[in-house]
């Protein structure tokens, strides 16, 4: 079975800009989740989706968006981007938002903002 | 709040040689706990979680975890290290009502193995 999938893998933009990561979960998962993992900050839950609904959300400003398609896919979107946006940003995958449920991890899409 | 605490930043073991990675959290109940493996470049890999039942865990790749109640630890151990284990470690802990599937991640723990 594939795993979790993240497009694109690198990416660099410049402050001001916007910025869409994609994620495609493992087949047959309903729940997304995204986390930003900086070297300051470490790792920090953005937010997680269940069946198109955002369930949860972390302490970001609202300039961090997303959404999931009827076909479990993920996007995160941000805009105005600042140089502090520059980070690794991480999508999981589980078969549901169940507490405990294993969260598969994809490689992950590092942005660069300069 | 639940929080996870990795107090060792950066560990250095010699190939062959036990390891122990520490975690404490803090939450208040028994909550789900998670070892996930982080190399260069990559995503994190699970290794093993617990939530009940056999205070001892084992996992993927030799690894094992300890749960201990009365210290708030998952310690993750080891008992000969690999040139290959050279990554960093990551304790994380998970509600166990309400909350969604959200995890709260400790600092990690980055393991050096010298030949």
């Known amino acids: 079975k594939a795993g979790v999938t993240q497009t694109p893998r690198y990416l660099i933009k410049t402050r001001g800009q916007q910025v869409t990561l994609s994620c495609s979960p493992i087949s047959g998962h309903r729940s997304v989740s995204w986390y930003q993992q900086t070297p300051g900050q470490g790792l920090q839950f953005l937010f997680e989706?269940?069946?198109?609904?955002?369930?949860n959300k972390g302490n970001f400003p609202g300039r961090f968006s997303g959404r999931q398609f009827s076909n479990s896919r993920s996007e995160m979107n941000v805009s105005t981007l600042e140089l502090g946006d520059s980070a690794l940003y991480l999508c999981a995958s589980s078969l549901s938002v169940a507490p405990g449920e294993t969260q598969y991890f994809g490689p992950g899409t590092r942005l660069l903002v300069l | 709040a639940q929080s996870v605490t990795q107090p060792d930043i950066h560990i250095t073991v010699s190939e062959g040689a036990s390891l122990e990675l520490r975690c404490n959290y803090s939450y208040g109940a028994t909550p789900y706990l998670f070892w996930y493996v982080q190399s260069p470049g990559q995503g994190l890999q699970l290794l093993l979680k617990y939530f009940s039942g056999d205070t001892l865990v084992q996992g993927i790749k030799g690894f094992e975890a300890e749960f201990k109640r009365s210290q708030s630890s998952f310690n993750l151990r080891k008992p000969s290290v690999h040139w290959s284990d050279a990554a960093e470690y990551f304790c994380?802990?998970?509600?166990?009502?309400?909350?969604?599937?959200?995890?709260?991640f400790g600092t990690g723990t980055q393991l050096k193995v010298e030949l």
């Open positions: 994380a802990v998970g509600a166990v009502t309400g909350g969604g599937n959200k995890l709260t």
């Open positions: 989706y269940f069946s198109e609904t955002q369930r």
